[in-house]
């Protein structure tokens, strides 16, 4: 965990990217948390595989927490994915940290 901790302290992106079976349906989540500006930028996306085509996520969001333990409640307590599973991200990352959304759900 300390490695985690000081690479988010340190700008960097730390994710997970998986499939799940979320209420029997097959489903593609992704989280990640990066410290970005001076705050904590956590990001939950779960899809559902039968809308990938739609692209209809059942949550979708960027959300700014002012502390690291906030990042992380928020992405464990919206999806599957624990933080205790993330990794250094290769090639592209998960989300784009200047960006806040928010989904309907």
Not at 8 to 27: L, M, N, T
Not at 77 to 84: A, K, L, Q
Request: aromatic residues 12%; hydrophobic residues 35%; neutral net charge.
């Amino acid at each position: 965990m300390s490695e985690f901790i000081s690479a988010v302290e340190g700008g960097k992106q730390r994710g997970y990217s998986g499939s799940f079976i979320i209420d029997g349906e097959a489903c593609y989540c992704s989280a990640a948390i990066q410290k970005f500006r001076g705050a904590y930028k956590a990001h939950v996306s779960i899809i559902k595989v039968s809308n990938l085509v739609s692209e209809t996520y059942e949550v979708y969001f960027t959300r700014a927490m002012p502390t690291l333990e906030s990042a992380i409640k928020c992405v464990e307590e919206n999806g599957p994915i624990r933080v205790s599973s993330f990794g250094a991200l290769k090639g592209q990352k998960i989300f784009n940290p200047s960006w806040t959304e928010e989904n309907d759900t």
